[in-house]
């Protein structure tokens, strides 16, 4: 067979995407590669499908379990001989898969970056016809970029140990630096770079500042996606058990997933996620790196991430399927507070100034009035245009602007005559003329700017607070304590404007989006039933359903209702292997309707 015809019969696809086929050609002709394309772009197919047209076994370097098995289950599900050799096999299982490597049988190797390391695994590969090796996830390589590993640092070695044996690198992000590093690093030959554009034209964007802890802005969020699947994501591993507990209560079907939960619970929450039992995963960045669940409609963030690599990762774990999916980030001046005092903890290293610097570029990012998409692509030294539709700001109204210099000034004044020893909530009693037994005790209600600030609620002054934190007009120390910068003894003075959205100041609620469908005339009944038996046929194979058919495969089969073998496989996503285990029992039900 040829690509093409390959391409068909395995992976049920009549022609590439866009940039896969010149990463074929690249791997076919024995050269060194460099992708960079976003998450949801088809990365694994530049690397699956050329091994199939060459001799010998490709070995892909991937950082996760959960993501090895993952793709694994889904190449064997594809009638593609894969295998992965990792610590959680016992010797059995492990000598077996190395007898089916030198007899042949499989095609793709995964392992992880530290049994590349292992001199009696090195010996083997030795000892094997490699065609080519992959590093996944290749950011991981730089030091400069936001999830460097140790071992993954250590595949230089490949080009010491088979110098004339090509490598592929693949990830979703890297900056121009990173980019630069991971190819010097991999010591990559005159590489093939390929670098998509960062625009998911199937993503919306949102960032909204943090009411007090957000979760009236994620139930309302979430009325737009129900019975969906989707990610959580908070900073800690107790407000992990914390949302999804007040989920739960919600009657949301969500389970906490973090590294202090047993081995035993964390595969379970995943592979019941992953097998649409559980509909939301409420998860720390432990979560999710590499997911090959294709249905994922919505990723929110509860808390900003640390950098905007994480903030695109993350997000970029929904609508690989290319279906519409929905981002929520939910920040507050606070969220910055804390990741600064993160990265103070760190040693006196130029990694810290990098992260500190990490850090400004996500802020701005969160309180930029600009394009979303435009701004993340910009970051990764990508430029696009602005996306119009995709994002808040976009097609957010003409905003207002709100005077708030008296009031900030108010705020300001009343940390001054506190003598910059409480906390925001303490100084908004003093400002509300709260009869609070501690400020009474404190002698605070004969100060002169005891009770001036009625006009405004206490979630009103918080977000005043919030925007003097922004600008830097105060700062928190010890015990959450606010002090006066500089800048804020100026702004008491006079000598600056202070201007804030007139929407910050009011209790948004989300207005519903209207769903716009992929297939504008799919019959959403005959999608519930092929979603169903889907269902029942990954249940009995213990497989995830999106490895049996993709939501956007059967959204296309709803749509075009084939009635035989033929017409069928010139649906999305369905090709011979994929039509010989599971298509007769799928067309029987579109045939009966």
């Given at each position: 067979?040829?690509?093409?015809?390959?391409?068909?019969?395995?992976?049920?696809?009549?022609?590439?995407?866009?940039?896969?086929?010149?990463?074929?050609?690249?791997?076919?002709?024995?050269?060194?590669?460099?992708?960079?394309?976003?998450?949801?772009?088809?990365?694994?197919?530049?690397?699956?499908?050329?091994?199939?047209?060459?001799?010998?076994?490709?070995?892909?370097?991937?950082?996760l379990l959960a993501l090895m098995h993952d793709q694994v289950t889904a190449l064997k599900a594809n009638g593609i001989p894969a295998a992965m050799l990792s610590s959680m096999q016992d010797l059995e299982q492990s000598q077996k898969i190395e007898g089916e490597l030198r007899a042949g049988k499989i095609k793709l190797l995964y392992v992880a970056p530290e049994r590349l390391t292992n001199a009696y695994f090195l010996t083997m590969l030795h000892q094997l016809p490699i065609n080519f090796f992959v590093i996944d996830e290749a950011h991981c390589v730089s030091e400069w970029g936001h999830e460097f590993r140790e071992n993954y640092r250590r595949l230089s070695l490949l080009k010491e140990q088979f110098a004339t044996t090509p490598i592929t690198a693949f990830t979703a992000t890297a900056t121009n630096a990173v980019e630069q590093d991971i190819a010097t690093n991999l010591g990559l030959q005159n590489p093939k770079r390929v670098r998509g554009s960062l625009f998911r034209d199937n993503l919306t964007i949102h960032a909204k500042h943090r009411i007090k802890d957000g979760r009236a802005q994620l139930m309302?969020?979430?009325?737009?996606?129900?019975?969906?699947?989707?990610?959580?994501?908070?900073?800690?591993?107790?407000?992990?058990?914390?949302?999804?507990?007040?989920?739960?209560?919600?009657?949301?079907?969500?389970?906490?997933?973090?590294?202090?939960?047993?081995?035993?619970?964390?595969?379970?929450?995943?592979?019941?996620?992953?097998?649409?039992?559980?509909?939301?995963?409420?998860?720390?960045?432990?979560?999710?790196?590499?997911?090959?669940?294709?249905?994922?409609?919505?990723?929110?963030?509860?808390?900003?991430?640390?950098?905007?690599?994480?903030?695109?990762?993350?997000?970029?774990?929904?609508?690989?399927?290319?279906?519409?999916?929905?981002?929520?980030?939910?920040?507050?001046?606070?969220?910055?507070?804390?990741?600064?005092?993160?990265?103070?903890?760190?040693?006196?290293?130029?990694?810290?100034?990098?992260?500190?610097?990490?850090?400004?570029?996500?802020?701005?990012?969160?309180?930029?009035?600009?394009?979303?998409?435009?701004?993340?692509?910009?970051?990764?030294?990508?430029?696009?245009?602005?996306?119009?539709?995709?994002?808040?700001?976009?097609?957010?109204?003409?905003?207002?602007?709100?005077?708030?210099?008296?009031?900030?000034?108010?705020?300001?004044?009343?940390?001054?005559?506190?003598?910059?020893?409480?906390?925001?909530?303490?100084?908004?009693?003093?400002?509300?003329?709260?009869?609070?037994?501690?400020?009474?005790?404190?002698?605070?209600?004969?100060?002169?700017?005891?009770?001036?600030?009625?006009?405004?609620?206490?979630?009103?002054?918080?977000?005043?607070?919030?925007?003097?934190?922004?600008?830097?007009?105060?700062?928190?120390?010890?015990?959450?304590?606010?002090?006066?910068?500089?800048?804020?003894?100026?702004?008491?003075?006079?000598?600056?404007?202070?201007?804030?959205?007139?929407?910050?100041?009011?209790?948004?609620?989300?207005?519903?989006?209207?769903?716009?469908?992929?297939?504008?005339?799919?019959?959403?009944?005959?999608?519930?039933?092929?979603?169903?038996?889907?269902?029942?046929?990954?249940?009995?194979?213990?497989?995830?359903?999106?490895?049996?058919?993709?939501?956007?495969?059967?959204?296309?089969?709803?749509?075009?209702?084939?009635?035989?073998?033929?017409?069928?496989?010139?649906?999305?996503?369905?090709?011979?292997?994929?039509?010989?285990?599971?298509?007769?029992?799928?067309?029987?039900?579109?045939?009966?309707?």
């Amino acid at each position: 067979m040829n690509k093409l015809e390959t391409l068909e019969h395995y992976f049920g696809h009549s022609a590439f995407r866009p940039l896969q086929e010149e990463v074929v050609d690249a791997i076919l002709n024995r050269e060194d590669v460099l992708m960079i394309l976003p998450t949801g772009g088809g990365k694994s197919l530049c690397y699956q499908l050329p091994t199939l047209l060459m001799e010998g076994i490709t070995v892909v370097v991937s950082p996760l379990l959960a993501l090895m098995h993952d793709q694994v289950t889904a190449l064997k599900a594809n009638g593609i001989p894969a295998a992965m050799l990792s610590s959680m096999q016992d010797l059995e299982q492990s000598q077996k898969i190395e007898g089916e490597l030198r007899a042949g049988k499989i095609k793709l190797l995964y392992v992880a970056p530290e049994r590349l390391t292992n001199a009696y695994f090195l010996t083997m590969l030795h000892q094997l016809p490699i065609n080519f090796f992959v590093i996944d996830e290749a950011h991981c390589v730089s030091e400069w970029g936001h999830e460097f590993r140790e071992n993954y640092r250590r595949l230089s070695l490949l080009k010491e140990q088979f110098a004339t044996t090509p490598i592929t690198a693949f990830t979703a992000t890297a900056t121009n630096a990173v980019e630069q590093d991971i190819a010097t690093n991999l010591g990559l030959q005159n590489p093939k770079r390929v670098r998509g554009s960062l625009f998911r034209d199937n993503l919306t964007i949102h960032a909204k500042h943090r009411i007090k802890d957000g979760r009236a802005q994620l139930m309302e969020f979430l009325k737009m996606h129900q019975g969906e699947s989707g990610i959580i994501y908070t900073l800690s591993r107790k407000n992990t058990e914390a949302v999804a507990h007040f989920l739960q209560e919600k009657g949301i079907e969500a389970k906490a997933y973090h590294a202090g939960l047993p081995t035993q619970e964390k595969n379970k929450t995943y592979a019941d996620f992953v097998a649409d039992k559980v509909q939301v995963v409420v998860a720390t960045i432990a979560f999710g790196m590499g997911i090959d669940k294709s249905n994922i409609r919505f990723v929110v963030h509860m808390t900003m991430p640390k950098t905007l690599e994480n903030f695109y990762q993350e997000i970029g774990r929904a609508g690989r399927d290319g279906l519409e999916a929905e981002t929520l980030l939910l920040f507050s001046a606070q969220d910055i507070v804390q990741q600064k005092m993160f990265i103070e903890d760190l040693p006196e290293t130029p990694y810290k100034e990098h992260a500190f610097n990490k850090l400004d570029s996500m802020v701005r990012f969160a309180n930029s009035e600009n394009c979303r998409h435009q701004s993340v692509a910009a970051y990764f030294d990508d430029r696009i245009k602005a996306c119009e539709t995709l994002c808040d700001n976009c097609t957010a109204p003409e905003s207002e602007k709100v005077d708030i210099t008296t009031a900030s000034r108010m705020l300001l004044s009343t940390i001054l005559r506190t003598d910059q020893k409480f906390g925001l909530h303490y100084v908004i009693d003093v400002l509300k003329g709260s009869k609070e037994q501690r400020l009474l005790q404190n002698g605070h209600d004969t100060l002169s700017v005891y009770g001036i600030g009625t006009e405004y609620s206490k979630n009103q002054w918080l977000t005043i607070g919030d925007k003097l934190l922004e600008l830097g007009a105060v700062e928190i120390g010890e015990f959450k304590v606010y002090r006066l910068t500089t800048f804020g003894v100026e702004v008491i003075k006079g000598a600056h404007e202070i201007l804030l959205k007139k929407e910050r100041l009011e209790v948004q609620k989300a207005v519903a989006k209207k769903k716009v469908s992929y297939f504008d005339d799919y019959d959403v009944e005959m999608y519930d039933r092929l979603r169903d038996l889907r269902t029942q046929i990954a249940s009995a194979k213990g497989i995830p359903p999106y490895i049996v058919f993709s939501d956007k495969t059967l959204k296309d089969l709803s749509s075009k209702v084939p009635q035989d073998k033929e017409e069928m496989l010139a649906v999305h996503g369905i090709g011979e292997v994929k039509f010989e285990r599971y298509g007769e029992a799928f067309l029987a039900l579109l045939i009966d309707g």
